[in-house]
Each structure stands twice: as C-alpha cells, then as structure tokens.
Nanobody, 126 residues
Framework: QVQLVESGGGLVQAGGSLRLSCAAS????????MGWFRQAPGKEREFVAA????????LYADSVKGRFTISRDNAKNTVYLQMNSLKPEDTAVYYC???????????????????WGQGTQVTVSS
C-alpha cells in the first residue's frame, strides 16, 4: 500500500521560507512523477509543481515560478518543495501526490495522480 506523508508546514511571515517534505512508502518511488498541489479555504485544489521520475523535468504553476523549487531524493523516497518569498496568497493546505502511471512525465492535472498525502498546512501572515 502506497503512503505519502507530508511535513514541514507551519506559520511564516510574508517574505519568509518553508521547506515541505513528502515521504513515500510502498511502490517503486523512483518510477513515478511526483506533484505538489494546494487548496486554500473556499477554493478549488490547484497545481503547484511536479517533478519527473528522473528529476530532469520540472513543471511549475505560473504563480510560484521563480519562488518555489521542487526536488526529489530517490534514495530517501522523498520529494521536497522549497518555498521562498512566501506571500499571504500562498496560504493553503499543501498535498503531495504520486502520478498514476509509471515512467510518465510531469502533469499539472490532479486527475493524473492517484495517491495523495493527508496534507500539511502552510499559513503566511502579512
């Protein structure tokens, strides 16, 4: 059974940084694209970033490009999201997800992912 566990969320002032981690267990981590999504109160879940199974390809939402960096450590079965220059509008629950198909590229569509973590809260104060 695949499990994804996020950590690293918290409360930070605008302009600050946080690093989210997502530890995966079960399955073959290094064969799957991983993604980060977020959902703010009263809003739909939205794509944040994705990284291909080789880590050579990354994809970002325009709203976070240049501020967030996704990376992965296949030896640790972990994907990271480094978030810099945080803004109040980045406040949301952040979820990591695993792409449904092995050896498939990065995708921004949440329907492309089949396993999801429980989420970690990120709150950015102004």
């Amino acid at each position: 059974q695949v499990q994804l566990v996020e950590s690293g969320g918290g409360l930070v002032q605008a302009g600050g940084s946080l690093r989210l981690s997502c530890a995966a267990s079960g399955g073959t981590f290094n064969s799957y694209t991983m993604g980060w999504f977020r959902q703010a109160p009263g809003k739909e879940r939205e794509f944040v970033a994705a990284i291909g199974w080789t880590a050579g390809i990354t994809l970002y939402a325009d709203s976070v490009k240049g501020r967030f960096t996704i990376s992965r450590d296949n030896a640790k079965n972990t994907v990271y999201l480094q978030m810099n220059s945080l803004k109040p509008e980045d406040t949301a629950v952040y979820y990591c997800a695993r792409r449904a198909v092995t050896l498939a590229g990065a995708s921004s569509r949440d329907s492309s992912y089949d396993y999801w973590g429980q989420g970690t809260q990120v709150t950015v104060s102004s």
